[in-house]
């Protein structure tokens, strides 16, 4: 089903999540549109891993409607699940990005592979590694790259930087704004740190277990001085 809501791409509609008889999202309604860049914000425990969950299609609602556009979805998880024995090279671990893949690599989707890890400043002799023996900053790049790969309409990040130094961090976030900017790319991102990131047409939504706020971050800040703290 199509959203209602004119040029939006995403529509929550009172959507309740729930594991078992836990409530952890409750009647949470809102729209994303095209190129917004959407900010989640909100104490620990609050449910912004299970509101992206949802959007993935690993949660269902318990109660109300999910409605999207058939979207080609990157998604960075915020725990990194690699396990210690998986034998998949990077060049393998990124490959599965790819919305389409064959049973050999072709020069062509190497070349774009060597041309991201330069971009996320990684040295290309990473590419024959074991994923098993990176580093955590050095894997959570490997899944940026693998999330942006394929091109997504939406970029859907877990507080992506939580393994990267200050300076790529930084680096990071410039780089992605300026896909946003070339590519008309959504972005929806867990954070616990908004100086990071903030644009000013971001958009900020304050959760725990309800929708407490969602608007401008100039609006945003209104909302935080009027006595409202989050952690
Ligand atoms: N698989 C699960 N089964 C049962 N309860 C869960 C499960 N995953 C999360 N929860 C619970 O749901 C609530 C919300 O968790 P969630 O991970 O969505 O919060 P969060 O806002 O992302 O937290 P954090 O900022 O700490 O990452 C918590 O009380 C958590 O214990």
Same mark, same amino acid.
């Given at each position: ?33 095209? =190129? ?14 299970? #509101? *992206?969950? +949802? $959007? &993935? ?48 690599i072709s020069?062509s989707d190497k070349?774009l ?14 590419? =024959? ?14 899944? #940026? *790259?693998? +999330? $942006? &790969? ?70 945003? =800040? ?10």
């Amino acid at each position: 089903m199509k959203p209602n809501c004119s040029n939006c791409l995403i529509e929550y509609k009172d959507v309740t999540l729930s594991y078992g008889y836990l409530d952890v999202i409750k009647h949470a309604s809102f729209t994303v549109h095209q =190129n917004d860049f959407l900010n989640i914000v909100g104490p620990n425990g609050a449910g912004k891993t299970t #509101l *992206i969950k +949802s $959007l &993935i299609h690993q949660i269902k609602p318990k109660h109300g409607q999910i409605i999207m556009q058939d979207l080609n979805m990157g998604y960075v998880p915020q725990k990194l699940t690699i396990k210690r024995n998986i034998p998949l090279t990077v060049l393998e671990f990124i490959y599965t990005g790819f919305t389409k893949q064959r049973l050999i690599i072709s020069k062509s989707d190497k070349a774009l592979i060597v041309e991201w890890l330069t971009k996320m400043k990684l040295d290309t002799s990473l590419l =024959n590694e074991k994923v098993s023996h990176l580093s955590g900053g050095q894997l959570q790049r490997i899944y #940026l *790259i693998r +999330s $942006l &790969i394929s091109n997504p309409e939406v970029l859907i990040l877990d507080e992506p930087a939580s393994a990267l130094d200050p300076n790529f961090r930084e680096y990071f976030y410039e780089l992605i704004k300026d896909i946003r900017r070339n590519n008309n790319l959504t972005i929806i991102h867990i954070t616990h740190d908004l100086t990071d990131v903030i644009l000013e047409n971001s958009l900020v939504m304050y959760v725990d277990q309800e929708i407490k706020f969602f608007g401008t971050y100039i609006d945003y =800040n209104k909302f935080e001085h009027e006595g409202h703290h989050h952690d």
